[in-house]
């Protein structure tokens, strides 16, 4: 696969900005969980980025 | 190819990301969750990386779905589920400035951290290729070496560490209960935390 690391890592951070603002605007306890899982996947995305 | 899936995937992944947040019941934004931990394995798959992929579908979709679901479906919280928050719900302009800056930044601190090291330095050159072919399914062994031996006992703390956890969480769950049956009458099913369950 030859898509280059930025995009790996604009898309970590689109997924890591959604999972901020669920955090941020929804009241329900689980979407609030899902959301901060959503952000602990975007980390693992750019991990993997960056041991590309 | 593989660019035209790795594109599809992330718009899927995404998608499936706006969908937890925007979705209106908790049980359709856990199965939007599974749709995004899904599409980001198959981003791991595109990029080389079988091990991470697969232990993504184990425990993200296998582990922590079900745990997700299970609480939705068996434990029916309703109101008890609702965080009572100081400020007013919704959503605000501040808080979509928030998660945009936090967005933005992520991505300077990725690419200008990439431009530091040296430029396509990072190119698999020679052994490091032919080990990586040699032991197939993402230098397994490689990780079995690391994580059994130089970092043994780290990775014992962290089981460690997890069953203190799930003492802790019975033992507080236990005492929760042991003081609501004991402020209220039980009632005649004799299963006390099926109290608000409908028949």
């Known amino acids: 696969m030859s898509v280059p690391t930025e995009h790996l890592y604009v898309l970590a951070a689109i997924l ?15 979407i609030v969980l899902a959301s901060i899982e959503l952000m602990l996947n975007a980390a693992n995305l750019t991990f993997v980025g960056a041991s590309r | 190819m593989a660019e035209i899936l790795f594109y599809l995937l992330a718009l899927g992944a995404v998608g499936c990301g706006v969908g937890v947040v925007a979705a209106r019941m908790p049980l359709f934004s856990v199965l939007f969750l599974l749709g995004s931990f899904f599409c980001l394995s198959g981003i791991y798959l595109l990029a080389g990386f079988q091990f991470l992929a697969a232990t993504q579908l184990l425990v993200y ?20 589920s609702e ?30 951290s ?18 990586r072919a040699a032991h197939g399914i993402d230098q397994l062994d490689a990780i079995a070496d690391v994580l059994f ?20 969480v019975i033992a507080l769950a236990k005492r929760q209960r042991d003081e609501g049956a004991s402020h209220e009458p039980r009632e005649s099913t004799g299963w006390p ?3 608000g369950v409908e028949q």
């Open chain 2, 61 to 80: 979709a296998g582990a922590i779905m079900v745990l997700f679901l299970f609480v939705i479906m068996l434990l029916n919280l309703g109101e008890a």
């Open chain 2, 149 to 168: 031996g130089r970092y043994m006992l780290p990775f014992e703390a962290a089981s460690i560490l997890l069953l203190a956890t799930m003492i802790a």
């Open chain 1, 16 to 30: 890591f900005g959604t999972g901020v603002l669920g955090f941020l605007i929804r009241s329900n306890v689980i």
């Open chain 2, 83 to 112: 965080l009572r928050r100081h400020a007013g719900q919704g959503l605000t302009r501040g808080r979509l400035a928030i998660a945009g800056v936090t967005a933005v930044a992520m991505v300077l601190v990725g690419v200008v």
């Open chain 2, 114 to 131: 990439a431009g530091w090291g040296e430029p396509h330095a990072a190119a698999p050159t020679g052994e490091v290729a032919t080990s």
């Open chain 2, 193 to 195: 935390w099926k109290k």
